[in-house]
């Protein structure tokens, strides 16, 4: 199931992370939320498994340009493609 329902205050509370670096991940286009009409991202349970995922290759030494590399190459565990 894909579908965005989530608030980032409830990812940060399933990932361990704040809101600014959840923020981070999507400003160098590791993940893409959706957005509502007034504008506040929604997450789905595979965008919480994508953070999990890119925190692990980042605490393993891996930088964000480095992830994005893997993405693109298929690498990553969950697949995605930043549109």
Do not use: H, W
Request: hydrophobic share 30%; aromatic share 8%.
């Amino acid at each position: 199931m894909n579908e965005k329902v989530m608030g980032i205050g409830m990812v940060c509370e399933l990932t361990g992370l704040s809101e600014r670096q959840i923020r981070y991940y999507e400003e160098r286009q590791l993940i893409s939320p959706d957005r509502t009409q007034g504008r506040t991202r929604k997450y789905s349970f595979e965008d919480v498994e994508r953070i999990k995922e890119i925190q692990q290759k980042m605490n393993e030494g891996f930088n964000t340009f480095e992830i994005r590399q893997l993405a693109a190459k298929g690498r990553l565990t969950i697949k995605y493609s930043c549109t």
